[in-house]
C-alpha cells in the first residue's frame, strides 16, 4: 500500500465513525495523470456517450440477485432447522449453532458482556469463529448479505425512491455521527442498566426472531422504522442509527474482501453513488478525488455489490487482496 | 496539492453555481461563505438527527423500563441465574426453545414487560416435565445465562440451593437417578387448598384439563422418550392426588394427613424441600384455576 492508498485508508475509517468525506490532500502522480487527461477530454462526446449508456444500458441484477438469495437461504436455514428439528443451523441471529459449532453475532455478544461485566467462555469461542468469518467475508458483508431487515429496508427504499420521483417526499439526510452516538449510547446503557438494551429494537433480532418462533408484537416496531424510511429519510436505520453495521464495520477494515475502483474506466457518471447504501465509501468516484489507479473501497461498504451491478464501464469490482499476487 | 488540480473540479454542482452566481475572487482556499439556505439546511438536519436520535433512544429505554416496574416474576427455564444476571447474560436467541421436548419454554415480546426475546415458561400452558432428562435447554444455552453450576464470583441466594441432586422418578432405575440441578427455579405452593380435590376427599374422572388443552407430558408407561398431549391420557382415581402422582421429581410433594384449625383431620397436599419449581402441578390440577401454583424466584423458607 503506498502513501496515498494509506492516507485514504484511515480517512475512510473516520469517514466510517461519520465524518464527511473530503477532497484528499495529496494524489499520486499517476492518477493525477489520469485526472488531467480527463479534464482534457472532449466534454460533448463524453456526454454522448454517456447518454448513450444510459438509453442502451441494461440493467444488470446479477450480484444483487445472488445477495437476495444468500440473504433468504440463511434465514431459512435457522427457519427449516427449527421447524423440521434438522439441527443445521439453531437459533437465531443474535447467537447460533451451526452443525453444533458456537456462532454468536459480535454485537450482541458485546452487548451481553458489558450488561453482565464478565466473560463467558463459551461466548468468547463463538464471537471468535464469527470474528474471523467476518474478517474473511468483508464486515459489513453481514448488513447486505445476513441481515433480514436490509431486505425489508431495501424494498422500503425502492418504494421510497418512487415516491422520491413523484416528488410526494424527499430524502431527509440525518448526521451519520448519529450512528456512532448511538454505538456509544446503547453500549453505555448496557453497562448502566445492566440489560442488553439494543436487543429490545435490534430490528435485526426482532426479525430474526419473528422468521423462526413466530411474529410478535415487536414487528411494529420495525413497521415504523420502515415507515420512516419510506416517508421520510432513505434508509435511516442501517445509515444513521445501527450499531450492529458499525461494530461489523470496524470488522472489516481488516477484511481482504472488498469492492475495488479503477480509475482508467471510470467516466465519473456517478450511477453507483445513486444506489449505494453509503455513498461516503463512494467518493473516489467523484471526479478528480481517486488517490489512485486503483482505490479500494471504505470498511463502511456493506459489499452489497449494487455498484458493481450498476456501474456500465465495470470499474467497480469485487476483489480479495492478495489474491491476485498469490494467483 | 498541483497547481492543474483545482478545488472547483471537484463537485460539478459547485461549478455549475460558481458559473450562474458571481462570487468575488479569492485565493483558491478560500471558501464562498456559506448562503442562508445552506445554513438553514444544516440546521434541520440537526433538529432530524436529534429527533432520531430522541426517537431510538426512547424506543430502546420504553422496552426497559417495564422490566424495572415488573410486578410479576416469571418463571425461567431451569438453570436461570438470578433475575438481574439472567436479563444482564440471555442473548435472546431461542436456542432453549428449540431443544425442548415439550416447548414448554416460550420467548417474551414486546408487551409482556420483562425484556424482548427473554425465554419463560408459562406453566399452566405447558410445563416443563424434565422429559429431556439432561435439562437440554442448560446444555443449548451459549452464554450461560441458564447453568448445571453458576460460576463462582454469582451468589447463590439462601434457600434456592436445592440440598441434593433431584431425583427424577423417570429416571430412578438408571444408574445415575439424579437431574443436573444445582437450584431450584421456584416453589410450589397450595395457594386455593378450599378448592383442592384432594382436601375435599373427591376423586378425579376424566381428562385432567380437558379434551381442548394443548399441554404435554411424558408418561413412563406410555413412552419414556415421546410426550404425549394431558387430553391423551384421562385419569380415573378415587382420591385425587394428580400432582403428588405427576410430579417429576422424588419427594417434592406428597398427600399428607393435616388437622384443619377446627382440629379435624383431612388429606392435602404437601410441599417438600426437593421441589425444583417445574410446574407440572400447577399443569395438572384439574380445578381452574389451579389450586397449585409455582412461585417464581421463590426459595425454600423453612
Known sequence: MNQYLKNRFFDQIAVMFGREARKPAAISPVAQMFHTMKRA???????????????????????????????IIVNLMFTVSFWLDIQILEGALTASRFIGFHLIDLNSALQVMLAHKHIIVNLVIGTGTVLVLWILLGGRTFCSWVCPYHLLAEWAESIHLWLVK?????????????????????????????????????????????????????????????????FFSRRAWCRYACPIGLTYGVVGIFSPLRVRYSLAECFHEGDCRK???????????????????EVPLGPDCTRCGLCVDTCPTGSLKFEVKGLNKLM | MSEAHKP?????????????????????????????????????????TILLTGGVTGAALSGFLPLVYARTKRLRPPGALDEKDFLAS?????????VCPVQAIKLADLIDGFGVGTPYIDAREQACDFSCDAVQCILACPTGSLVYKKPAFLGVRQGAKLANAPILKAKEKDAEPT????????????????????VKG???????????????????????WKPIKVADHPYDIPECDLCVRECPVKGAISIETVFAPDGSKRKSPVVHEPCVGCGVCEMICPVEPSCIVVEAREVWNI
Open chain 1, 275 to 293: 444506489v449505494c447504501l453509503v455513498p461516503h465509501v463512494l467518493d473516489t468516484v467523484i471526479k478528480g478525488r481517486a488517490v489512485d489507479v
Open chain 2, 179 to 198: 437431574l443436573n440441578l444445582a437450584e431450584r427455579i421456584g416453589v410450589a405452593r397450595l395457594t386455593r387448598p378450599e378448592a383442592c380435590l384432594a
Open chain 2, 8 to 48: 472547483d473540479e471537484d463537485r460539478p454542482e459547485v461549478q455549475a453555481q460558481a458559473t450562474t452566481t458571481p462570487v468575488a475572487p479569492s485565493g483558491p482556499a478560500a471558501k464562498p461563505p456559506p448562503s442562508r439556505e445552506r445554513l438553514q439546511q444544516a440546521r434541520r438536519k440537526w433538529l432530524r
Open chain 1, 41 to 71: 477530454t472532449n466534454k460533448e462526446r463524453l456526454a454522448a456517450t454517456i447518454r448513450e449508456h444510459h438509453a442502451t444500458g441494461k440493467k444488470v441484477h446479477t450480484w444483487r440477485n445472488r445477495r437476495w438469495a444468500v440473504l
Open chain 2, 202 to 224: 373427591k376423586g378425579f374422572k376424566g381428562q385432567a384439563r380437558g379434551a381442548g388443552f394443548k399441554g404435554r407430558m411424558r408418561y413412563m408407561a406410555v413412552d419414556r
Open chain 1, 166 to 230: 413523484k416528488k410526494l417526499v424527499t430524502d431527509q439526510a440525518i448526521d451519520r455521527r448519529l450512528r456512532t452516538g448511538s454505538w456509544l449510547v446503547f453500549a453505555a446503557l448496557a453497562v448502566a442498566t445492566g440489560y442488553t438494551v439494543f436487543e429490545a429494537i435490534s430490528p435485526t433480532g426482532i426479525l430474526s426472531r419473528a422468521l423462526i418462533y413466530g411474529p410478535g408484537l415487536a414487528l411494529l416496531w420495525v413497521l415504523a422504522l420502515l415507515v420512516f424510511e419510506v
Open chain 2, 90 to 98: 440471555c442473548i435472546k436467541c431461542g436456542q432453549c426453545v428449540q
